[in-house]
């Protein structure tokens, strides 16, 4: 039963309750005058004499500490409770690879970041920064490639150490090339023993497959006996750029940009996932922002009623008050007359 006004508490034994107007029923009886003397003693006077009364007179304060036992004891058997409820939340995460391209081509400078213009690389890590930072019960790793592959960061639930080690991902790691079925596979292998019961690749490149010994179509059907699904992003604009050398303050032309969409259709298809196109930050923010709202991780809210128990507390006030009725109707309102010398 919760008691009225206050709903983090409840009774377990109401029944005993009950009981409670007993107490002030005794009270009233203890204080009632009693029947009419049978015998009358024309002179009073005569009795005042033969002792001295004692220190009974304050007989009514055992009294009341023993109605005051009692009715903690009342309280103590009814059980008092506190509520302590709590949200549970029990989530299965899904696994997330992130395999990047890292070719040099990831340099070119067509997207805008606060109007300045930045690499494709360096607006891939800020979505992907984004993307990590609402997926919190995620397992996420980082498989990054050019002509081979190689991993920044294996799959962890730590965001902030996966956000921490994004500059992990550069280009000039490796030899330079675009080996989209080796990202694939690598990325595969590393959620091939994953318990969780969804598996995602997220591929984001610049270019056409052009390098490794696998090609896309094959890694992804690999990938997808593994049950693994593939979402498939080419990132860039098309035209003519070239591409900046820091360390040499120097350009390389690069020539007509080419993009193989058909072949990432395919890989989506086969990998059971999507297509997405991306020319700025704000249509690859959007792209994530779909993944992430496809791929949901199953979260699961209990809520959990534990109850603290606080009938010691009106028990021990019981039995403190008992002991002083006791105590002190034994010694100084000891009731017994004292003689009186004659």
């Not at 509520?83 to 400078?109: H, N, P, Q, R, W």
């Not at 997207?111 to 800020?126: D, E, H, M, S, W």
């Not at 000039?172 to 598996?199: C, F, H, L, Y």
């Not at 940009?257 to 997405?276: C, H, M, P, R, W």
């Amino acid at each position: 039963m919760i008691i009225p006004g206050f709903p983090n508490f409840q009774i377990f034994h109401p029944m005993w309750l009950l009981l409670l107007p007993l107490v002030p029923l005794l009270a009233l009886l203890r204080g009632s005058r009693g029947q009419r003397a049978s015998i009358k003693f024309p002179t009073a006077s005569l009795l005042r004499d033969l002792g001295r009364p004692a220190r009974s007179s304050l007989g009514g304060f055992v009294f009341g500490l023993i109605l005051v036992s009692v009715a903690f004891g009342i309280t103590a058997l009814s059980r008092p409770q506190k509520i302590l409820s709590y949200e549970e939340e029990k989530a299965e995460g899904i696994a997330i690879m992130l395999t990047v391209d890292v070719s040099l081509s990831m340099l070119i400078e067509d997207f805008y970041i606060g109007g300045q213009p930045v690499n494709r690389l360096t607006a891939a890590k800020r979505v992907m920064a984004d993307f990590i930072k609402g997926r919190r019960s995620d397992k996420i790793g980082i498989v990054a490639f050019a002509g081979e592959t190689y991993l920044p960061c294996p799959l962890t639930l730590d965001r902030d150490w996966l956000i921490n080690n994004l500059d992990r991902v550069q280009t000039q790691r490796v030899s330079d090339g675009t080996a989209i079925g080796s990202g694939i596979a690598s990325a595969a292998n590393r959620m091939r023993r994953e318990k969780s019961p969804s598996k995602v690749i997220v591929l984001l490149t610049d270019g056409a497959n052009n390098s490794g010994r696998l090609s896309p179509q094959v890694a992804a059907k690999l990938a997808a006996t593994l049950g693994i699904k593939i979402y498939t992003i080419a990132i860039g604009t098309p035209g003519i750029h070239s591409i900046p050398d820091p360390r040499r303050g120097t350009f390389t032309p690069v020539g007509q940009q080419l993009f193989d969409e058909e072949t990432l259709k395919e890989v989506a298809s086969i990998g059971n996932g999507q297509f997405y196109m991306a020319q700025n930050l704000s249509s690859l923010s959007d792209v994530f922002d779909t993944i992430d709202k496809l791929e949901k991780t199953k979260i699961e809210h209990h809520k959990i009623v534990e109850t603290e128990e606080l009938f010691p507390w009106p028990l021990a006030v019981s039995a403190i008050s008992l002991f002083l009725a006791l105590l002190l109707s034994l010694t100084v309102l000891h009731s017994a007359p004292e003689p009186v010398a004659t």
